[in-house]
T-cell receptor, first 112, second 119 residues
Framework: EDKVVQSPLSLVVHEGDTVTLNCSYE??????LLWYKQEKKAPTFLFML????IEKKSGRLSSILDKKELFSILNITATQTGDSAVYLC????????????FGQGTILTVHP | KAGVTQTPRYLIKTRGQQVTLSCSPI?????VSWYQQTPGQGLQFLFE???????NKGNFPGRFSGRQFSNSRSEMNVSTLELGDSALYLC??????????????????FGPGTRLTVT
């Protein structure tokens, strides 16, 4: 059964800091890895990383995938209070890649 | 483009009752997946529907069931509700072009969820 583990489980930083969130995975057949941000509502899509797309960047957020070492990281530079959220990592598996296996999430708190 | 919509947003039921939740995917999306989110277990996959067929199923008892209609809208049903079924139920949709592994078509977008409370 697919397994996704995130670390740290929680992180407290100050505005302007750079943070790195980790996601390791053990899956039978790697398909793609997705990152989501969840505030007090539904998860919002950030990135999807695949064998053909191992690095993504959007503004202050970036993510890389290391298929050899079976992990991914999400970097946030120059953090802002609006970045406070739970960040979720998930592997998309199943016969049509519609089955997401989520990690526990990392709770990020950014203080002013 | 409108996002994923779910109804109702909040629901209170008593033990033993049954409940039906509805999900309308983003226009053009053919796959709908359902998830249960609780503080203790996090986000757990329930099932996925594509072209009215269940493609994947998670480790939930048979009291949890679902279906998909020809317009891609989906419903999930929970029968004989238990206190432990209290959770946020999320659905997500994707374009899901079969055979196209790991492409943008597999990005899943979530609806706002239905908060179910069982008393």
């Amino acid at each position: 059964e697919d397994k996704v583990v995130q670390s740290p489980l929680s992180l407290v930083v100050h505005e302007g800091d750079t943070v790195t969130l980790n996601c390791s995975y053990e899956v039978t057949n790697f398909r793609s890895l997705l990152w989501y941000k969840q505030e007090k509502k539904a998860p919002t899509f950030l990135f999807m990383l695949t064998s053909s797309g191992i690095e993504k960047k959007s503004g202050r957020l970036s993510s890389i995938l290391d298929k050899k070492e079976l992990f991914s990281i999400l970097n946030i530079t120059a953090t802002q209070t609006g970045d406070s959220a739970v960040y979720l990592c998930a592997h998309a598996g199943g016969t049509s890649y519609g089955k997401l296996t989520f990690g526990q999430g990392t709770i990020l708190t950014v203080h002013p | 483009k409108a996002g994923v919509t779910q109804t109702p947003r909040y629901l209170i039921k008593t033990r033993g009752q049954q409940v039906t939740l509805s999900c309308s995917p983003i226009s053009g999306h053919r796959s709908v997946s359902w998830y249960q989110q609780t503080p203790g277990q996090g986000l757990q996959f329930l099932f996925e529907y594509f072209s009215e067929t269940q493609r994947n199923k998670g480790n939930f008892p048979g009291r949890f069931s679902g279906r998909q209609f020809s317009n891609s809208r989906s419903e999930m049903n929970v029968s004989t509700l238990e206190l432990g079924d209290s959770a946020l139920y999320l659905c997500a949709s994707s374009r899901a072009i079969l055979g196209l592994a790991g492409g943008p078509s597999n990005e899943q977008y979530f609806g706002p969820g239905t908060r179910l409370t069982v008393t």
